[in-house]
């Protein structure tokens, strides 16, 4: 069971793909922002992906991508977010974000995304 | 309308309400009464001026004097006004002033309402998920009890499998068993058959009884030859004498052959007797068919039951129900991520009653003071368009434009989804 790592300052985020991901044979950990989330990285929690939102406070989700690629060389790392932080797309793959997708996204989609990024999820 | 226009007619709009028409009234009247005394006052030295110009007067004059009354008056009732003016204006202001405060109390409320709605959508759509799983959680629990079954009935269906196989081998065995005996009743009977053969004999022994007594006719006749022939004749008679003997004999043994054979025929007659009706009432092959048709009847229903069965195909119709719930769960929970979006627009709305509060707060003290602010205007319209930075979707960036005829924010169509 590949381990999928989410980290949202929504809870209802994070419940909804929590819910989403459990549904669909993952297993999930989350934090409510980068700062918690580098914590658990450096903690030794190595997950086989991470799905991020953007806009977070203490930490943003660029800020994430960016340690936590200084962690985890090839964990593939999504940013998930809103229409209105497109123009950190660009910034997000510099700091070596794997993909950009916008909310919301569907739980098929998301899956099929995560089995492109994850083969043999 | 932009707020920018619409926030001074609400202010101009609230002046003429009930309070401040009351006081504007009671000010209006307070400077008629004034004018009405001023007017008193310059009576008499009016009516001195006519009566003294009256006489003599010549009309230049007397127009002359009423236009300085007039004018005078006039200058009187213009000051007068002034005042008034000046008076009414402070009011106006200090009442304007109010009830701009009063709308920073309305939008604080509104705020807050925004705020509670929110959070209470937030728990509801948190409730929704929580459902959603539990309702998961119950198909999975389902789904489980189902594969523990799956394979007891797998194991059920291998054991009734083996069974049909060892009955189909039984009954086979059980056919041979009777094919063989049935086999063998033939068998002794043609055996049985064959051994009547035996009666064809008794015309043989018929034969040797009749060459029995030929031979012994010759003997007796060569004795009596022998006897005429006399002493020559004599080693004839011994001859004679031992063929008869011989004769004798034999016809002895055929008898006695043939009282065998009659014995062995009449023995072979009751065997094939009893061998026949065993092979025509075939009995106990007959009842071991009944069993054999009996077990190959049980043996094709049994199987068929396996087959109709069918667990396989009930599993893989439960599991295939149990997966498209699944995912129609996942994608209605991520259906929900909209709720965020919603969230952050609502907090973006927030924001901007904030920033709407914060500058009917600096229009209340420039009425205050009189102070008069020239870019008020130009600030609400900066704090609208600084707005644009908190929109999370395109659709509220066209909704700006509509409105302001200004762009709502640089948001470059891109793809939903894109793997670098």
């Not at chain 1, 030794?44 to 203490?58: A, H, V």
């Not at chain 2, 295939?320 to 929970?333: E, V, W």
Request: hydrophobic share 45%; net charge negative; charged share 20%.
């Amino acid at each position: 069971m590949k381990n999928v790592f989410l980290v949202d300052d929504s809870a209802t985020m994070l419940m909804s793909l929590k819910g989403t991901l459990e549904i669909s044979g993952y297993k999930v950990h989350t934090a409510s922002d980068g700062e918690a989330a580098l914590g658990l990285l450096r903690g030794g929690l190595k997950p086989d992906l991470i799905i991020t939102d953007i806009n977070m406070p203490k930490l943003d989700g660029i800020g994430l991508i960016r340690e936590a690629r200084k962690l985890l060389r090839f964990t593939p790392i999504l940013a998930l977010t809103t229409e209105s932080q497109q123009l950190k797309r660009e910034e997000a793959k510099k700091n070596g974000a794997t993909g950009w997708l916008v909310k919301p996204v569907g739980g098929a989609e998301l899956v099929k995304v995560i089995k492109q990024v994850l083969p043999g999820a | 309308m932009s707020p920018a226009t619409t926030l001074p007619h609400v202010a101009l709009h609230g002046a003429s309400r009930a309070p401040a028409g009351r006081g504007t009234k009671a000010l209006r009247l307070a400077c008629a009464a004034l004018t009405v005394l001023v007017l008193a006052g310059l009576a008499p030295w009016l009516q001195a001026q006519l009566q003294s110009h009256l006489a003599a007067s010549a009309a230049a004059e007397y127009a002359a004097v009423a236009l300085l009354t007039l004018g005078t008056a006039g200058l009187l009732r213009s000051a007068a006004q002034q005042w008034c003016h000046n008076r009414t204006g402070h009011s106006q202001r200090a009442l304007t002033a109010d009830e701009v405060q009063e709308a920073q109390t309305y939008l604080e409320v509104m705020q807050r309402q925004l705020g509670g709605a929110m959070q209470e959508a937030e728990q509801g759509a948190q409730q929704v998920i929580e459902r959603m799983q539990a309702v998961h959680q119950v198909s999975n629990e389902q789904f489980e009890r189902i594969q523990s079954t799956e394979a007891n009935g797998q194991e059920l269906t291998r054991v009734m499998k083996d069974k049909v196989m060892v009955d189909a081998q039984l009954g086979s065995i059980l056919e041979m068993f009777v094919q063989k005996q049935e086999a063998d009743v033939q068998a002794n009977l043609d055996r049985i058959q064959r051994l009547q053969g035996v009666k064809d004999l008794t015309p043989l022994v018929e034969v040797i009884a009749a060459v029995a007594r030929q031979t012994n006719f010759l003997s007796i006749n060569a004795a009596i030859e022998a006897a005429r022939a006399g002493e020559s004749g004599r080693g004839f008679a011994v001859v004679a004498a031992e063929i008869r003997a011989l004769s004798t004999r034999t016809s002895e043994v055929a008898v006695d052959i043939a009282k065998k054979i009659n014995g062995a025929t009449a023995g072979i007659d009751e065997e094939l007797a009893a061998a026949e009706d065993a092979s025509t009432r075939q009995t106990s092959s007959s009842n071991m068919r009944n069993v054999l048709a009996d077990i190959a009847e049980m043996r094709d229903r049994f199987a068929a039951s396996v087959e109709g069965l069918a667990l396989d195909e009930v599993i893989h119709a439960v599991r295939s129900g149990h997966q498209d719930i699944a995912g129609r769960l996942a994608d209605a929970m991520g259906e929900l991520q909209m709720q965020d979006v919603t969230r952050q627009r609502i907090e973006g709305v927030q924001e901007g009653l904030a920033d709407l509060k914060t500058h009917l707060q600096e229009m209340t003290e420039h009425l205050r003071l009189a102070r008069p602010r020239h870019d008020g205007v130009a600030v609400l319209r900066e704090r609208l368009q600084a707005h644009t930075g908190l929109y999370v979707m395109n659709s509220q960036r066209l909704t700006h434009q509509d409105v302001t005829g200004q762009a709502g924010g640089d948001a470059p169509h891109q793809p939903k989804i894109e793997l670098f």
